[in-house]
């Protein structure tokens, strides 16, 4: 499985982005998927996960109730809808997925990774 992430940019404070990823090969529908961020000289930190099918999410603490993860199976695709930013939101956002169909927080259990997209929120 490849992953593509895109839909990063610059944006003002308060403001809202889409980073989608779109998946090739097979076994996507069956992988679970998170989404991370990494800031300049910080360490790669988990944002939100998606069970498989959909149903079940998580999110880190400083995300909740302002990003949405989603997932659509038949398009191979996965979503952040990104709203509320603030400028500590500011990071490369990657897209990652594993072989199991539950969520982990653990960027150690996704084996597949996208390139990575960058937000830049402005304040």
């Known amino acids: 499985v490849q992953l593509q992430a895109y839909g990063g940019g610059l944006v003002q404070a308060g403001g809202f982005l889409k980073l989608s990823c779109l998946a090739s090969?097979?076994?996507?529908?069956?992988?679970?998927l998170a989404w991370f961020r990494q800031a300049p000289g910080k360490e790669r930190e988990f944002v939100a996960a998606i069970t498989a099918t959909g149903v079940s999410t998580v999110y880190v603490d400083s995300v909740k109730d302002r990003f949405t993860i989603a997932r659509d199976n038949t398009k191979n695709s996965g979503y952040l809808q990104m709203n509320s930013l603030k400028p500590e939101d500011t990071a490369v956002y990657f897209c990652?997925?594993?072989?199991?169909?539950?969520?982990?927080?653990?960027?150690?259990?996704?084996?597949?990774w996208g390139q990575g997209t960058l937000v830049t929120v402005s304040s």
């Open positions: 090969g097979r076994g996507f529908r069956t992988y679970g």
């Open positions: 990652a997925a594993r072989t199991l169909p539950l969520p982990s927080r653990d960027p150690k259990a996704y084996v597949y």
